[in-house]
């Protein structure tokens, strides 16, 4: 198969990352346009070694892109649906847009709609981790009209690549409720750790959590989480109160115990756990399809917590 010719809007460590593994495993031309806060023509020096040492060639348009056969959006996510739209403008037909930007599902349908008008493919492709931990070989969750094509070439480049679907904004919906989780879990641990150094329990409070962690699967974790969430929610709110007026105690803002409070507030008022308390055994997934079932109102509307407040 003939070499495509690639290139990157956006160059940041991502771009960076994928663009000096390509260079290791192509002789196809690389280029990069970027109109960033921090880099943008004309480029600086050290901006220019940095593209050179990836093998790398700096456009100065972003029109200098149209002759390319992939192009990569990888910006930062304020500017990504405009982005976006700007690259569709230049693709002929047969063209695959790459969109690797965390951008929601909402914005990944609008640009791939733009794309695919011009006869182009868009692959909705997401990283499901950080390239600072595995590199290229980070798996890109993708989907979209371009995904079977985005996999076909560039799996043998050694990308790993996982195919959801055929529909744009797949696979942004899963990255975004990972990151739900994974940066949540980041604000959490960090809010915990920084509280326990100001106590002078750091070491204990690290043993403390890693313990029980390291000794299950996280699978495990989550199904018990969701399955005793109904159940015990309202007791476990009136805990961390009390946990939220401990931090404080300290001198300390307790932002996501807060945050946790009222989570866990929302599940006890959608009044469930009479019901499950009844039954002798269910599944994380009956859990979850009747906090569903209850959150949609008339129409499928979504209610939100402080609606569900004022049930009876």
Do not use: W
């Amino acid at each position: 198969m003939q070499q495509p010719k690639i290139a990157f809007v956006g160059f940041g460590e991502a771009a960076q990352c994928f663009a000096k593994h390509l260079a290791t495993q192509t002789r196809a031309r690389v280029v990069a346009f970027c109109q960033g806060k921090t880099n943008a023509p004309p480029y600086s020096q050290a901006f220019r070694a940095v593209a050179a040492d990836c093998g790398v060639t700096l456009a100065d348009r972003l029109e200098d892109l149209t002759d390319a056969d992939v192009i990569f959006s990888a910006v930062v996510v304020a500017v990504a649906a405009e982005t976006g739209e700007a690259i569709s403008k230049l693709v002929r037909p047969g063209c695959l847009v790459v969109d690797i930007n965390a951008a929601t599902p909402r914005t990944k349908k609008r640009v791939a709609e733009a794309v695919e008008a011009r006869g182009g493919l868009f692959a909705d492709a997401n990283l499901m981790g950080s390239v600072d931990l595995y590199g290229a070989a980070v798996t890109l969750y993708t989907s979209g009209s371009g995904a079977e094509r985005f996999a076909e070439i560039f799996r043998p480049l050694g990308f790993r690549i996982e195919v959801a679907g055929p529909e744009a904004g797949t696979a942004a919906a899963v990255k975004m409720l990972r990151s739900v989780v994974t940066k949540g879990m980041e604000a959490l641990l960090v809010e915990a750790l920084t509280a326990a150094t100001l106590a002078g329990v750091r070491d204990e409070t690290m043993r403390g959590i890693c313990t029980s962690m390291d000794a299950t699967t996280f699978s495990k974790f989550l199904d018990m989480c969701v399955r005793s969430d109904v159940l015990h929610a309202e007791r476990r709110a009136v805990e961390m109160d009390g946990a939220a007026a401990g931090l404080r105690e300290l001198g300390f803002d307790p932002v996501m115990t807060t945050a946790t409070t009222k989570r866990l507030r929302v599940s006890a008022r959608l009044g469930l756990r009479d019901e499950f308390a009844r039954r002798s055994g269910y599944s994380a997934d009956e859990v979850l399809d009747r906090y569903a079932h209850v959150l949609s109102g008339p129409g499928g509307e979504p209610r939100d917590s402080h609606e569900l407040g004022e049930r009876p």
